[in-house]
């Protein structure tokens, strides 16, 4: 029982702070809808996709990018907790998280529950924004998408929170820009398939297919297309176990990194 | 009377070198120890030790009968803490800022609504209830403090620096609201602190410099051992 209540305790305080930042809501929302909107307009024409695998027709560029976008909105939110985790250490609030009784693993499983179920909100108010600019996927996909994107957005939160334990100050965290987010993105299926990227170059489209924002991408795909992708779920279950080790051990007094740099 | 805290030949120690060496303390229910150190003693260390945001290379820490080390959820439970650095959430109303820490404890419902309204009570926070954190005077934020980490009911606070950034009637408001509860509630408290006017002499002090204890007793004790007539002469005679 204490341990839902202490759950409860931080899904109410994120759900608090996160509609506290209206902003955030609204560049979750407008970051996808640029690309949606603009970019996909324009390159359209330029880049036709083949028929593939969960598509059985030719579909728009814009249909393709969609799983992409979600993507971006997850990883965004994702390094966003890894933000808020930074500057809860640099402004003090993570030491009554951090002094709580509970096992740690359970205080950042919380944490990490917390930033995907806000994930998930940022995700259906773009689907419906998509919807709106009459980029859609079937009816029921929407419905089916949803315990994928849970799991989606607790690894790429993972990630996130794993980065926070590494990242040393709050100014570091544009460096995750470069070196994190950018390269996860552009080397990733989101806005090309696999096989395009492979026609240039076939060690960029082998390093893709090894980046877990891909495997998050293709099983969104195919979820928002009511069919699994097995192995894209692996991978992502996978990832998400390896980064919540990561973090798990990130954030331990005895071992990990965060004994040398929060608290002083 | 039974010990709240109970430190025994701690060890802590940063790449750089030794921070803490042989550390013992003892800190008895309804009595307040002054752990008493120039910046840079070794009293933030210390804090972090007792609270488990870092590991010790060596000792132990027993907090109200449960070892911190094999029993680390009931010995937290018992404990309260007061950072020198703010740990409120700024943008949450100060009830929700109580609630949170209750839910933390593992608290919640009825149990945690009376619980929060007697803290309200306690500290005369009851009017600023519903008002940001961030809205809160210097003082008012410090009193919330204090009110947060004594809302479970721990056994022993532990204050590091509290009374850092306020004026002088704050700091003696806040220190005589914690002497008050410490003798009415019987919490043993853990007061770090580099100001020698925050003591009475039947305080017990636990004399820190260079990550050792230089003296330990009662400040009356500690100024008849020297011939000092003010804590500040005995101060500067134990750490020469």
Not at chain 2, 33 to 59: C, D, F, I, M
Request: proline fraction near 5%.
């Amino acid at each position: 029982m204490t341990y839902i209540v202490a759950l409860w305790g931080i899904l109410i305080r994120e759900s608090l702070r996160f509609l506290s930042q209206r902003e955030r809501l609204l560049s979750a929302l407008l970051r996808p809808m640029l690309w949606l909107v603009i970019f996909a307009s324009g390159f359209r024409a330029a880049l036709g996709v083949a028929i593939t695998p969960p598509y059985e027709t030719y579909i728009t560029y814009e249909v393709y990018i969609l799983p992409g976008l979600i993507g971006m909105v997850q990883l965004f939110n994702g390094m966003q907790t890894s933000l808020s985790m930074v500057y809860d250490r640099e402004t003090g609030s993570m030491r009554a998280l951090l002094v709580s009784p509970l096992p740690r693993w359970w205080l950042l499983f919380c944490k990490l529950l917390a930033g995907a179920l806000v994930s998930l909100v940022q995700v259906y108010a773009f689907l419906l924004a998509a919807l709106a600019f009459g980029v859609a996927v079937p009816a029921w996909g929407y419905l089916a998408a949803a315990p994928v994107l849970l799991l989606t957005g607790l690894m790429l939160g993972a990630a996130g929170l794993f980065l926070s334990s590494v990242i040393r100050q709050l100014e570091n965290f544009a460096g995750v820009m470069n070196f994190v987010i950018f390269p996860a993105f552009f080397l990733s299926s989101a806005l090309y398939p696999l096989w395009k990227i492979a026609e240039s170059n076939p060690l960029l489209a082998e390093l893709a297919g090894w980046n877990p924002f891909t495997q998050a991408v293709e099983a969104i795909r195919f979820a928002l297309y009511l069919q699994a992708d097995w192995p894209a779920l692996a991978g992502v279950a996978g990832s998400l176990l390896a980064f919540a080790a990561l973090a798990v051990w990130g954030y331990d007094p005895a071992r990990g990194l965060i004994r040398r740099k929060v608290m002083e | 009377m039974t010990n709240a805290l109970e430190v025994r030949a701690l060890g802590y120690r940063y790449r750089a070198g030794f921070a803490l060496e042989g550390i013992d303390l003892v800190v008895e229910q309804g009595r307040m120890t002054v752990l008493l150190g120039p910046n840079g003693a070794g009293k933030s260390t210390l804090v972090n030790l007792l609270t488990r945001l870092y590991a010790p290379v060596s000792g132990t820490v027993t907090i109200a009968s449960h070892p911190l080390a094999e029993r680390p959820g009931p010995a937290l439970a018992k404990l309260g803490v007061v950072f020198q650095q703010t740990t409120l959430d700024l943008d949450l109303s100060v009830r929700r800022n109580l609630a949170y820490a209750l839910a933390l404890q593992g608290i919640a419902g009825r149990r945690a609504a009376i619980a929060v309204a007697e803290a309200l009570d306690r500290f005369g926070l009851t009017e600023s209830a519903g008002r940001p954190a961030r809205a809160l005077s210097g003082g008012n934020r410090r009193k919330l403090e204090v009110a947060r980490a004594l809302a479970h009911l721990p056994a022993v606070l532990i204050c590091d620096e509290a009374t850092v950034g306020l004026d002088l009637p704050s700091r003696r408001a806040l220190l005589a609201h914690v002497r008050t509860l410490c003798r009415d509630q019987g919490v043993g408290v853990l007061w770090a602190t580099h100001l020698m006017d925050e003591i009475e002499p039947a305080d017990d002090v636990v004399l820190l410099q260079r990550g050792q204890v230089r003296a330990a007793g009662t400040a009356a004790a500690l100024m008849e051992r020297v011939g000092a007539t003010d804590m500040e002469a005995a101060f500067g005679v134990l750490t020469l």
